[in-house]
Structure formats: structure tokens, C-alpha cells
């Protein structure tokens, strides 16, 4: 059976902490869309140049582009069994998008475990990472625009995947450990 699951929630939640640990803690690769568009910038491709204009400003790359790109790691190898994609989708168009890719490929989502913080939680942490990691995205600016581009064009998914019946809440101000705990628990649940 294939186990595609999506983590959802802000900007400072904690998906890519999260996502990695339950890459080992349920055996499925992370498919970060972030991480991706970060390797092709790094490697200057035609597909890291184009992202940068947006990633730079904190907004949305266009979602063709970020579709298939998404198309293309899905169809490695290393996804037949599934995949926990982080920051993928991040519009309706996007999720429309996967839920086509993943019928191509005998599949469905499994569950859309979100991470729930609140928001002045998320702005404080997400000014700390700024310091300890240095990225780019993570000054004022960009984090204000990456915090409305959530509001407006991501957290109406919450609504869409409510409503299949697919979205699972989880406390994201517990401790890390008990937040993978959660997860954890969520996931295998329909393993
Ligand atoms: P992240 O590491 O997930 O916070 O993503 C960093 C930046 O990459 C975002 O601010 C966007 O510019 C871009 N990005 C990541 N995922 C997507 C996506 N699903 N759709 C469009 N742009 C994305």
C-alpha cells in the first residue's frame, strides 16, 4: 500500500523539524518543496533562478512550476511506497494538482496531519530561526508576505481537506518529541 500524507500548517509550525523525524520514525522519504527549490538554487539550474524571484520576496513560485517539479520526485523511485510532502500543496490549484498525480499513480492521500500553532507563537519562532539559520526568506519582510500568502492562498486547504474527511489536528506547541509522538500516532493509524 502507498502512504502519501500531507503536512500542513504555517510558517514556523514546525513541518520540516517534523517531517524529517518521521522520515525515519515511518520509513517514507520527505518531499519538501522548500528544500527542493533550495538545491536548485544552490546548483544555479534554470529551476533555482526562476524560484529565487519569488522565494527571495516570500511569495508563492508559480504553480506549473512547482507541479511538476513535485511530478518529477514523485515519480523516483524511492516514492513508490509513499511520500510525507512538506509545503506542497500551498494553493487549491496545487492540491487539484496532486490529487490528479496521485490517481496516475493507483493513490490517494492517506491523511493530512496539521500542525496547529498559534500565531504569535509562530512569529516569535520564526524570528529565532532567522537568527540561528541565517535563511534568506526569514527576515521581517519576507516573513510578514510568507505569513499572508499562507493565510490567503493555504489555509483555505485546511477547509478542502476537512472536507474529504482527511485533515487531523495536532497540538504543534507540545515539545518537539511529543509533536512526533502525534504524528507518529496519526500516520500509522492508516499505514
Ligand atoms: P519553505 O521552505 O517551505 O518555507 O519554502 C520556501 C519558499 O519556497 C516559499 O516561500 C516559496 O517561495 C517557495 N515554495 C515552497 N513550496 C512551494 C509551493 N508548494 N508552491 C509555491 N512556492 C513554494
Known amino acids: 500500500m502507498k502512504t502519501f500524507v500531507v503536512l500542513m500548517g504555517a510558517p514556523g509550525a ?8 518521521l522520515q525515519v520514525s ?14 536548485n538554487l544552490k546548483n544555479e ?7 529565487r524571484t519569488y522565494m527571495d520576496k516570500g511569495e ?3 504553480d506549473e512550476v512547482t507541479v511538476a517539479m513535485v511530478q518529477d520526485r ?4 524511492d516514492c513508490e511506497g509513499g511520500a510525507i510532502l512538506d509545503g506542497f500543496p500551498r494553493t487549491t490549484a496545487q492540491a487539484e494538482a496532486l490529487d490528479e498525480l496521485l490517481e496516475e499513480f493507483s493513490a490517494k ?18 524570528a529565532k530561526r532567522a537568527e540561528i539559520e541565517g535563511r534568506a526568506d526569514d527576515n521581517e519582510e519576507t516573513i510578514r508576505v ?5 493565510r490567503s492562498e493555504t489555509a483555505p486547504l485546511l477547509n478542502y481537506y476537512k472536507e474529504k ?15 512526533t509522538a502525534d504524528l507518529t500516532n496519526v500516520v500509522q493509524k492508516v499505514m
Not at 14 to 21: D, E, Y
Not at 26 to 39: E, H, I, N, S, W
Not at 74 to 77: F, M, Y
Not at 109 to 122: E, G, K, R, T, Y
Open 109 to 126: 492521500i492517506a491523511v493530512v496531519p496539521f500542525i496547529d500553532v498559534n500565531q504569535d507563537v509562530l512569529v516569535e519562532r520564526l
Open 14 to 21: 514546525g513541518k520540516g523539524t517534523q517531517a524529517k523525524r
Open 74 to 77: 514523485l515519480s523516483q523511485s
Open 60 to 62: 508563492l513560485v508559480p
Open 26 to 39: 515511518l520509513g517514507l522519504p520527505q518531499v519538501a518543496t522548500g528544500d527542493l527549490f533550495r538545491a
Open 165 to 179: 474527511g482527511l485533515l487531523v489536528k495536532v497540538n504543534g506547541e507540545q515539545s518537539i518529541d511529543e509533536v
Open 45 to 51: 539550474t534554470a529551476l533555482g533562478k526562476l524560484a
Open 146 to 150: 510568507r505569513m499572508e500568502v499562507y
